[in-house]
């Protein structure tokens, strides 16, 4: 089952092109067709899903058959499966070049054609009891507008499981949460591909989208074959990669001419999983006999664990591109990223971002490894990453100043993970985390000050991220840290960031779709841990962040890099855009949790744009960015600098003691960088000066004001309302 298509790829210096051999699409079978059910309150005969199996007691209706949800023709009493059987006729098996079974379902099923098992998805059991519950949670789709599962057959498995005449699909349809379920969807459609057009059969649903036969990208391709198997949200089921390079050039048949091989493969996210139909995916390559191996590909450093985004709610398809590489201009590590167009056994699901898990490794988290051994002395004192996050916590703060909820901080181990950590190791983290925060909250703890158990550069980065992106996950969810060996230096670190795709604008809830107020001190579902508040009521952490805030607003977060970095990220996938909208098309007005939806690819990027440049000006005028700075490594020239009043209307008074008499001019640069006014030197023996700059005629904005001593120069924000 879900074997490879025949398909045939030609590789271009910069552009990859497959298709396939398939012309028209027809349907055989639809959900609102008449069919025999069973409610599932018994176990039903061992023979129901056979050809010849006499289904003339069984209730009659017309699907979908469930609780008069919006997808529900036949209405039924709650329970906790239901099994239909579907006749449809069949009239030349060898003009079938392939089938495709969709399915929308809530929440686990298995579908049988002739009495042979073709697909399941989060149902166990062969076959599973009439009472056996599904494994999660799945909700169904076509209602919502979006795209039913797609599992796909080929001409050799067409031949072998149908018949000319009369052919019969069976389902067996279970809920996640039994009686208890508040729903129940079972509508499932079978179509058929030709390689010539024909009159048989009817025209497929106005939602059907076929495989798409030919595809030209820039970017490289990933495709994924699990041979039959559905790919669920754990365990991980194996299947094999291959990766198509966009600088191969090859004629050949399915020449993967970057990486090939085995893998195990998952669902990944949490809510995503249960609101997108474009779901996140895990894989690790392994050997031929399944043991994981590290692997090197499209320039991502040997490694094991990778990571397929997959962009839904982020129209853009580019929020977490743009997180990482700012991050990463930050410093420290921060996930590498890679555009792909991704295929799961032969159908296209669009674009994806190759990401990296986050983990220790000498390319990742660079930490000393933490071995079981590793249970006392300096090698039991660095090696962890752990997160604060979703999920059931590992372990929780034991201090007494909780989040604003009322619970206390939940933490989960990353490295070593929760199966493999000993107890003093994780003992060992745990009280570290507890004397950083006795430390935090009443000034020193051990004889040590906060900002001795944390580095504090890294947690002023991580909070100039978050916040910077209006995160509405930041802090609570997604938060990594990790810490070193105390031969290593034994501080902990902020990061790596992780998840922005309901980030810089793009969630209607806690405040996401505003560009004003912080993320820090919002009381936002789950609450954030403390350590934010106490960090910004603290000069060593905010003297940090007004310097770094000013530092970087005139490098990797000056507007017109920002802004530079998003066109190029938008002409990049231009040509490849709209075959993923195709897949993944925007039929509603709202898409929960997006703060809007808008029309057009383009639009969606102007309003990113939109909300960066307004989120910065916002942060511009609450940091105090009055930081002493210099181009050059000699000490400052200039001392007891002020000005004021800041944000400034008309008349800027400028204050500065000099500790070099000799002359000195004054500028003022625009957030583009560009000089917008002039005060030239004036001679004078005096070191200490008070002047007053008339303002009133530049434009509002973030403006800078340079102090210029022959080579050398000193910088300092202001706003212009």
């Keep these: 089952m879900f074997n490879k298509l025949f398909i045939i790829c030609v590789f271009y210096a910069v552009t990859n092109v497959c298709y396939a051999q398939t012309k028209q699409w027809r349907m055989a079978m639809s959900a609102s067709d008449e069919c025999h059910y069973f409610e599932g309150k018994s176990e039903p005969p061992s023979d129901w899903t056979s050809l010849d199996f006499d289904d003339s007691s069984w209730k009659s209706g017309r699907g979908g058959i469930g609780y008069s949800d919006f997808d529900d023709q036949t209405v039924i009493e709650r329970t906790v499966s ?11 098996v060898d003009m079938i070049e392939e089938a495709i079974l969709h399915g929308d379902y809530d929440d686990g099923f298995v579908a049988y054609l002739n009495g042979q098992e073709i697909a399941r998805d989060l149902l166990n059991g062969t076959p599973p009891t009439y009472d056996e519950e599904a494994t999660a949670l799945h909700e169904a789709l076509l209602y919502q507008n979006a795209q039913p599962e797609v599992f796909s057959f080929n001409k050799a498995e067409i031949q072998d499981m149908l018949t000319v005449g ?15 379920s508040s729903d129940l969807s079972s509508n499932f459609y079978l179509s058929f591909g030709f390689a010539e057009n024909t009159t048989d059969y009817r025209n497929t649903p106005f939602w059907f989208s076929a495989p798409i036969n030919r595809i030209e990208s820039t970017f490289p391709i990933i495709k994924i074959n699990t041979n039959g198997r559905a790919i669920v949200d754990e365990p991980k089921i194996l299947g094999r990669i291959g990766i198509i390079s966009s600088a191969g050039m090859n004629d050949s048949e399915d020449s993967f001419n970057e990486y090939e091989g085995v893998i195990g493969v998952e669902k990944r996210g949490q809510s995503s999983l249960g609101l997108f139909p474009k779901v996140g995916y895990s894989f690790e390559t392994r050997d031929g006999d399944g043991n994981d191996i590290d692997t090197s590909f499209l320039d991502f450093p040997a490694e094991e664990d990778f990571i397929l985004h997959g962009p839904y709610s982020d129209k853009t398809l580019m929020r977490n591109v743009l997180a990482m590489n700012l991050a990463n201009k930050l410093g420290g590590y921060h996930s590498r990223t890679q555009y792909v167009e991704l295929f799961i056994n032969d159908i296209y699901e669009g674009i994806y971002v190759l990401m990296e898990r986050i983990k220790r490794d000498e390319n990742r988290v660079n930490i000393a490894r933490l071995r079981t051994q590793d249970t006392e002395g300096d090698e039991l004192t660095g090696g962890y990453v752990f997160k604060i996050d979703k999920g059931i916590p590992d372990w929780r703060s034991n201090f007494d100043i909780v989040n604003r909820c009322g619970t206390k901080i939940g933490f989960q181990h990353v490295s070593p ?30 004889g040590k000050t906060f900002d001795e158990y944390i580095d504090v550069r890294s947690f002023v980065d991580h909070f100039i991220i978050k916040e910077l992106a209006k995160d509405v996950d930041a802090y609570r969810i997604s938060s990594y840290y990790y810490k070193e060996k105390d031969s290593d230096g034994g501080k902990m670190f902020a990061g790596p960031v992780w998840d922005f795709n309901i980030a810089f604008g793009n969630a209607d809830y806690c405040g996401g779709g505003d560009p004003e107020g912080w993320m820090y001190s919002f009381n936002c579902d789950l609450g954030n841990p403390f350590w934010w508040n106490s960090f910004m009521q603290s000069s060593i952490f905010t003297d940090e962040l007004n310097c770094r805030w000013a530092d970087l607003r005139e490098g990797p977060l000056h507007l017109d890099s920002i802004m530079q970095f998003i066109d190029t990220q938008e002409a990049l996938l231009r040509p490849n855009v709209n075959k993923n909208f195709d897949r993944w098309p925007v039929l509603n007005t709202y898409i929960w949790p997006n703060a809007r939806v808008l029309p057009t690819f383009l639009a969606e990027i102007n309003y990113l744009k939109q909300f960066i440049r307004q989120r910065i000006m916002w942060m511009d005028f609450q940091i105090n960015a009055n930081c002493v700075t210099t181009n050059t490594t000699e000490e400052a020239f200039a001392t007891d600098i002020k000005i004021y009043p800041n944000p400034i209307r008309d008349v800027l008074t400028v204050e500065y003691e000099l500790l070099v008499n000799s002359p000195t001019k004054l500028n003022i640069v625009n957030s583009l960088g560009a000089v917008v006014k002039t005060i030239e030197p004036i001679a004078s023996s005096a070191t200490s000066h008070m002047m007053s700059v008339d303002v009133s005629v530049l434009n509002s904005g973030i403006y800078f004001l340079q102090l210029i001593n022959k080579e050398r120069h000193q910088a300092f924000s202001f706003v212009k309302l």
């Design 82 to 92: 239901v099994y239909l059987r579907y006749t449809f006729n069949v009239t030349d």
């Design 166 to 180: 009369t052919n019969v699909l069976a389902f067996q349809v279970h809920n996640f949460d039994g009686l208890a």
């Design 417 to 446: 993970n929760r199966g493999d950590i000993t107890p003093e190791q994780a003992n060992y983290i745990e009280s570290y985390i507890d004397s950083f925060e006795f430390a935090l909250d009443r000034g020193s703890f051990g």
